[in-house]
């Protein structure tokens, strides 16, 4: 979201067709023709000037070690030209230049970012209130947050995979005995996802995966003993291979209080 206008993020592909070549008479070889789906390296900034622009593509770290991150961003500069990320970079493909920035320290805490969509609930429960008044008070003395996958979330109950992050999850990723957080709604798909391990030459396990984008709200009555926990699941993630960039989770994203009357 950029001055309270939502964009759409994509990158723009291209099929590349291949033949393989016989090593012995070095010209190409019978029934083997195939194309692989690539990302473009440019777009067209400027129709008019026909001016090109790159695609940059961001992501982030979390590194405790202030000492280690130093080093990694020493060695990320020495070596920026290097990289080659993706599949088929013997044939030179995957090229990148690296950068790495300092993240910049975020203006409003997790803290100010539950209160503020508490006191958003609080505001929007009051103007729908003119049509009927709900027998259950669902508000005094419940603090209420959410969940919002930022990425793909590999998770599992009872050693069973799941689509759902429940109460009884939450509690025992935070070791916290709280019988008073409830998961009231929940929003997700699924789908399966699968790769190769260049490291051992064979295929990764296919995987049912919480689609990203998906939200869980849930309510408690100690707000209190949920603060750190939520901080650290914002930095670790939640789930299985989390170091691979899964489940990535955010606490009370901001789009929770832009409604549908004032949304661009």
Same mark, same amino acid.
């Given at each position: 979201m950029v001055n309270n206008n939502y964009y759409s993020h994509s990158a723009s592909s291209r099929f590349l067709t291949r033949v393989?070549?016989? /090593? /012995? /008479?070095? &010209?190409?070889?019978?029934?083997?023709?195939?194309? =692989?789906?690539v990302l473009n390296e440019s777009f067209l900034k400027n129709t008019k &000037? +026909?001016?090109w622009d790159n695609f940059v593509f961001r992501g982030f770290v979390w590194i405790d070690d202030e000492s280690l991150a130093e080093k990694l961003q020493e060695f990320v500069a020495r070596n920026s030209?290097?990289? /080659? =990320?993706? @599949?088929? &970079?013997s044939r030179g493909l995957g090229k990148v230049k690296t950068e790495l920035y300092p993240a910049e320290v975020p203006v409003v805490t997790l803290q100010s970012r539950i209160d503020n969509f508490n006191q958003?609930?609080?505001?929007? $429960?009051?103007? $729908?209130? =003119?049509?009927?008044?709900?027998?259950?008070? *669902?508000?005094? @003395?419940?603090?209420?947050? &959410?969940?919002d996958l930022q990425s793909d979330a590999i998770l599992s109950e009872n050693w069973q995979r799941t689509t759902v992050i429940s109460a009884d999850m939450l509690k025992d990723v935070a070791n916290i005995n709280d019988e008073s957080l409830e998961m009231h709604l929940a929003y997700s798909s699924y789908?399966?996802?699968?790769? $190769?391990?260049?490291? $051992?030459? *064979?295929?990764? +396990?296919?995987? *049912?995966v919480t689609n990203k984008g998906s939200v869980y709200l849930f309510s408690t009555t100690q707000p209190e003993k949920w603060y750190p926990v *939520?901080?650290?699941l914002s930095k670790n993630g939640i789930g299985d291979r989390t170091c691979e960039g899964f489940g990535q989770v955010e606490v009370c994203n901001e789009f929770h209080q832009v409604f549908r009357e004032n949304a661009k």
């Open positions: 393989g070549i016989n /090593r /012995r /008479r070095a &010209t190409s070889e019978e029934e083997i023709i195939y194309s =692989i789906q &000037t +026909d001016e030209d290097n990289f /080659r =990320i993706g @599949g088929s &970079t958003a609930l609080q505001t929007r $429960w009051k103007l $729908w209130s =003119i049509f009927g008044k709900c027998k259950n008070d *669902l508000l005094t @003395g419940k603090t209420y947050f &959410t969940l789908d399966y996802r699968s790769g $190769w391990n260049s490291a $051992w030459g *064979l295929m990764k +396990d296919v995987e *049912l *939520l901080e650290n």
